[in-house]
């Protein structure tokens, strides 16, 4: 029984992780495998976990490949190579132009141009994320408005 409550409660944060990242509301739970000693109950609360842990990823899945198109139109925008070392001697660095350094927690970045291209758009989407995809924080790190339709 400790094991399927377990299980529960890993699914549940794996699917809140899931929907967190893609921007989504979390699950609400009442958390009733702490009080049930059924285990066919517990059976099922930790197969719904599942699907719902599947589905999230899913989610999540979907928003990573839609946001690639942005950070895409905004490297053509920007016209700046993903190793080059400040182009233009901007004080900006890689292929999105971050200037050095860039971000804050999860997402910071001393130099941009050090990082392989998905590791700098997954940067620029940590930023985005935290800005609960804010399109004015998105202007205001790159003024690209042809890009907004991918955002």
């Not at 925008?77 to 233009?88: L, Q, V, Y």
């Not at 660095?93 to 971000?103: A, E, F, K």
């Not at 141009?113 to 790190?141: F, H, V």
Request: net charge positive; glycine share 8%.
């Amino acid at each position: 029984m400790t094991g399927l409550r377990h299980s529960i409660v890993l699914h549940r944060q794996r699917t809140w992780h899931y929907q967190d990242q893609a921007g989504k509301p979390r699950t609400i739970t009442r958390h009733q495998e702490r009080r049930t000693q059924s285990v066919p109950f517990l059976t099922w609360i930790n197969h719904l976990w599942q699907h719902r842990q599947k589905r999230a990823s899913r989610l999540h899945a979907k928003a990573m490949i839609a946001h690639l198109a942005l950070w895409s139109c905004i490297h053509r925008s920007e016209a700046g190579d993903w190793h080059n070392a400040d182009t233009g001697h901007n004080g900006h660095y890689g292929g999105l132009q971050m200037t050095s350094p860039w971000g804050r927690g999860a997402y910071y970045v001393y130099r941009a141009d050090y990082l392989t291209a998905s590791e700098q758009m997954r940067k620029a989407e940590l930023g985005y994320r935290a800005s609960s995809y804010s399109r004015s924080w998105l202007m205001g790190q790159w003024y690209h408005p042809e890009c907004l339709a991918y955002a």
